[in-house]
C-alpha cells in the first residue's frame, strides 16, 4: 500500500553511528607558543636595533657639525686677524656669509617666539639692528656724523643698551661676544669706502678699532659695493660699540645691519 500522507516539518536527523566520535578543535601545541614567543622577541630585538643604529647614526652627525662650526669659528677668526693670507680672502668671505645667515635666521626665529610667548625666549644678550631710514629720519641726524644710526622699532635688543643718540650699543653683561656688521655703498669716493666696528676701552676712554673692511666702486658705473665683517671679542660691562663710515651720505640704507650676541 502507497503512504500518500505528506507533512510540512522536516525529517528527524539520522542517529549517530555506534564509535562515531565529533572531532574535537584543535588547541595550541607547545611548539606553537614557543615559535609565538621567538617571533614576538625578534621584531622586539629588530626595531631595538634600528633605534639605537638611529640614535648612533644622529648622535654622530651632530658631534660632526659641532666639530665643522668650531673650525669655522677659527678660521673665521684667523680671517680676521689676516692670518691666512690674500689667497683665502674668497674663503672668508665664504665664511662670513654662511654666518651672517644663519645668526639673522636665528635672530628672526628669537623675535617670532618672543611675539607668540610676550618675552623674550633666547638665553643671552642678542642684538641685530636696522639702519635709520631716511623717511623716519626727520632732522637728518644721520648725515651730521659719521657714526650710523640706528632704527629701534624696526631691530632686536635683548640685554642689550641703545644710546640715546640711537647710534651705540651698550654692553649690559660682560662676555665673550660675536660682533658683525655690514653696510653697503651705492656712491663713489675718493677716499676707500670703509666701515669700522669701533669701541671705547672702560678705564681708558680711549677709541679702539675692533674690525675694518672695505669696498670700491667704478666712478663711471653706478652700482653697490657691500663691506662685511664679523670677528669674537671680550667685552666689558658699559662698554659701547658702534659703527663708523667714510662719509654717511654715501650710503645706501636699504642693505645695512649691525648686530652681536654672547656666545658665553
Not at 28 to 39: A, Q
Not at 90 to 118: D, F, H, M, P, W
Not at 148 to 171: A, C, F, H, Y
Request: hydrophobic residues 40%; contains cysteine; charged residues 20%.
Amino acid at each position: 500500500m502507497i503512504n500518500t500522507f505528506h507533512t510540512s516539518y522536516n525529517p528527524p536527523p539520522v542517529p549517530p553511528r555506534a564509535g562515531y566520535s565529533k572531532p574535537l578543535p584543535m588547541r595550541n601545541t607547545p611548539l606553537v607558543k614557543f615559535l609565538s614567543v621567538m617571533l614576538l622577541l625578534l621584531m622586539i630585538l629588530t626595531f631595538g636595533g634600528f633605534l639605537y643604529l638611529f640614535q648612533k647614526l644622529n648622535m654622530q652627525e651632530l658631534h660632526g657639525r659641532n666639530h665643522e662650526d668650531m673650525s669655522n669659528l677659527l678660521r673665521l677668526q684667523d680671517c680676521v686677524n689676516d692670518k691666512l693670507g690674500e689667497d683665502s680672502v674668497a674663503e672668508c668671505g665664504k665664511l662670513i656669509e654662511n654666518y651672517k645667515a644663519v645668526i639673522a635666521k636665528v635672530l628672526q626665529a628669537n623675535e617670532k617666539v618672543s611675539r607668540l610667548t610676550g618675552g623674550p625666549s633666547f638665553n643671552g644678550p642678542a642684538a641685530h639692528m636696522v639702519v635709520l631710514s631716511q623717511h623716519r629720519d626727520l632732522n637728518s641726524d644721520f648725515l651730521k656724523s659719521k657714526d650710523l644710526l640706528w632704527d629701534p622699532e624696526d631691530s632686536l635688543l635683548q640685554d642689550v643698551g641703545l644710546s640715546s643718540k640711537r647710534n651705540m650699543l651698550t654692553i649690559q653683561n660682560p662676555g665673550i661676544y660675536l660682533i658683525y656688521s655690514q653696510v653697503t655703498f651705492s656712491k663713489h669716493s675718493k677716499n676707500a669706502l670703509m666701515q669700522a666696528v669701533r669701541t671705547l676701552e672702560p678705564e681708558k676712554k680711549k677709541e679702539q678699532v675692533l674690525l675694518k673692511s672695505f669696498c670700491s666702486l667704478n666712478q663711471s658705473t653706478p652700482n653697490l659695493c657691500t663691506a662685511s665683517m664679523v670677528g669674537l671679542f671680550q667685552l666689558q660691562k658699559d662698554q659701547p660699540i658702534y659703527v663708523t663710515v667714510t662719509n654717511t651720505s654715501l650710503v645706501n640704507r636699504d642693505f645695512c645691519s649691525f648686530g652681536l650676541y654672547k656666545l658665553r
